[in-house]
């Protein structure tokens, strides 16, 4: 199986063995572990759901429009104030070993810098470095088998400037959202 990371142009990799230590983010590909499984079951199958629609509204979004995805449901957002801006949520169910195999990946990306979002372990990472044009592309781990991506796509507004930190408060609303908070 291959494992894409997603961005502007692919980047194609072979995803790693499952990790069995109980965290070893020192080991080759092995991410961080989550703190505590998430409850996926609503957006396995509706990558929408993933945001709740009060969180949703906070952020200005307006309703997804779901898709099937290659690597798993997606949804795009369109911001409701600037219609060419837009949010890309992918629940990468064809990655089995979850964030390690985006971390087996990080030499074919442009930038790979880890982070956590609500406590849990994430990479900004992108085959292409567009971030100065409205690119953001950010991997959530939401279980340690289980990632999130999302990849903005913002032409106007602040988000333009600096679309991570945009990306950030989404990929916190789908932790929010999957928590139950």
Known sequence: MALVVAGCSNTVGEPSSPDTSASSASQSGAAPRVPAALDVSS??????????????SS?????????????????TFQIADEPLNQMDLTVFTANKNGLSDIYDTKGNNDYFEPTTIEGYPAVYAASLDHRSKGKC??????????????????????GAQAPCPVVAKAAASVIQTLKGD
Do not use: E, H, M
Request: charged share 15%; proline share 4%; hydrophobic share 40%.
């Open 137 to 158: 592309g950010l991997f959530v781990a939401v279980t340690d088998q289980l990632t999130v991506n999302l990849l903005s796509q913002f032409d106007r507004g602040a």
């Open 43 to 56: 957006i396995q199958s509706n990558a929408c759901a993933a945001i709740s629609d009060s969180k949703r």
């Open 59 to 75: 952020l200005g979004y307006g309703a997804g429009k779901p898709r099937a995805g290659a690597y798993g449901p997606s949804c």
